[in-house]
């Protein structure tokens, strides 16, 4: 029991770190950011998205976000909101004809879903993926 409730105080130590406790209670860190794990939109229409640190995914955050994917021309070929419950996206289709990628979280915040707390980022987060056009689908 003794060395849960260590490695319980260790993982709190590490993410109180991470954050800063604004004077109302609520929660800051201004140093997230989108990050793709992986992109196969346009084989097999997947890609797989967290919200990194220092260009490592944080496993427990998420937010919900819009996906815009464009074409060689700059047109819009595909739009949708996802709600973040999942950081994977599988589209009903594979968009062969992608080229770029816009993401923009719907809120200044990001939520950790251990402790449920908003965590803000001061701005929303963005990622725009260019997809490398030498890879055939």
Known sequence: MKKYLLLLFSVLSVASVAQTRLADGSWEDKDVALGMISES???DGRLTLCIAKEDQCIDNLT?????RVFDAAGKEIWNSVWSGKTMGIQFSKPLPTAARIDILAAGDFVINRTTANRISTGNPLSLSLLLDETTSP
């Open 63 to 67: 937010i919900g976000f819009t996906v």
């Open 41 to 43: 939109v346009r084989v």
